[in-house]
């Protein structure tokens, strides 16, 4: 792949063209495989995450207008739909009213992020400000300051979570790249979210686990033993970055136990590809999707392999990643109409055409092109930041 080309010639052209609400403002996400809108119902947690993509595409990437101009539209209706203490809606109307709210911050998180790359690209000093609220919001959030209704029963079930370590994580490592005035303490707070995973239990011999008990231990329960491969491989890419970042040699040698316990769960040796969900012991996973290929864990595995292959030099890193490029671009890139596909069967026939939904958007894809543009052309992941 020309990962540059592509991702300004096809990835990013396909939103551009298609999602952005030229008269609401904001994106949608709902749209099929030929990039017609089907839905018009907008996902909050993508009004971030797409302002980061078309800052960041802008920062790094092409100083194209047009990408600023979607960033501006995208910013202008995250800010305007936020409630008033920054707590925003996963689901909403065309207009930005409430849909459904649920008890996860992750669209905050996507807007801390959002607003500071666009910050960067538009020298928006309210941008900043906004980013640094959405932050300290995440944070309330995240520490139980501002509480939220909990997942389980409290007093029957109180769980230790991989996606609230491994995104809080990114976030602080993205704010501490671009508000510099506050470095130290995004610092401290990655140094924290590493040193809470290295103690958390997450991380055993034979899998990185989504959940444990708030002590650390693990739940023989179907819950307690689902591993998400995808999850996995982006942890340990995380973590190979905050371990070059900070010269954090122990970092990177735990991303390497990641991958090399996650890869013989998560690799299909039979049709190729990572799959959605399996179970640490071997026992049925209760998702009904679990053998499904999703496009995003395709993504965190391939950045995965790469930057494995240039820390450690195993030629084994290498060859799954030459693999599993060719897989992608036989299986779910769509050469007639663009972008990926985002759902496949186990046997790699399609499941669904659409393009984007609540759930996919101008993200993962994107990311994934950026980071191996970079790779590309320096070899060096701390450029990315």
Request: proline fraction near 4%; charged fraction near 25%.
């Amino acid at each position: 792949m020309n990962f540059k080309k592509d991702l300004i010639e096809n990835i990013l052209p396909f939103w551009l063209d298609n999602a952005i609400d030229n008269e609401e403002g904001g994106i949608f996400t709902c749209l099929d495989r030929e990039g017609n809108v089907y839905g018009e119902e907008k996902s909050g947690w993508f009004q971030g995450r797409a302002l980061w993509t078309f800052s960041k595409a802008y920062n790094l990437i092409d100083k194209n207008p047009k990408y600023l101009d979607a960033a501006k539209r995208i910013y202008d209706f995250l800010i305007r739909t936020s409630a008033p203490d920054g707590r925003m809606a996963f689901l909403m109307t065309r207009n930005g009213r409430v849909i459904q709210q649920r008890r996860y911050f992750g669209a905050e998180k996507f807007a801390v992020m959002g607003c500071a790359e666009y910050y960067k690209a538009s020298g928006d000093k309210t941008a900043l400000l906004n980013a640094r609220k959405y932050f300290n919001l995440v944070c309330d959030l995240h520490t139980g300051k501002y509480p939220t209704t909990p997942k389980y029963n409290p007093e029957t079930r109180k769980t230790y979570g991989l996606s609230e370590v491994m995104s809080m994580l990114w976030t602080a490592q993205v704010m501490r790249a671009i508000d510099t005035e506050y470095s130290e303490r995004y610092a401290g707070i990655c140094k924290a979210c590493v040193d809470s995973f290295l103690t958390s239990g997450l991380l055993t011999d034979k899998a990185l686990l989504e959940s444990v008990s708030v002590e650390g231990e693990f739940r023989d329960t179907p819950d307690g033993r689902i591993v998400n491969p995808g999850h996995s491989l982006e942890m340990a890419w995380f973590m190979m970055m905050e371990g070059a970042l900070t010269d954090n040699r122990e970092a990177i040698e735990i991303a390497k136990k990641i991958i090399d316990i996650t890869l013989p769960l998560g690799l299909d040796k039979k049709h190729g590809g990572i799959i959605a969900f399996t179970d640490a012991d071997g026992k049925p996973p209760m998702q009904l999707e679990w053998d499904m290929k999703l496009w995003w864990p395709q993504c965190e595995t391939l950045i995965a392999m790469r930057l494995a292959y240039i820390m450690f030099g195993d030629e084994k890193y290498k060859k799954i990643y030459e693999e599993l490029l060719k897989y992608v671009e036989k299986h779910f890139v769509d050469k007639e109409h663009g972008e990926w596909y985002g759902y496949l069967h186990y046997d790699n026939t399609v499941a669904n055409t659409l393009k984007g939904n609540v759930f996919k958007g101008p993200f993962h894809i994107p990311r994934f092109y950026m980071i191996m543009t970079v790779l590309d052309e320096c070899g060096d992941i701390t450029k990315y930041m």
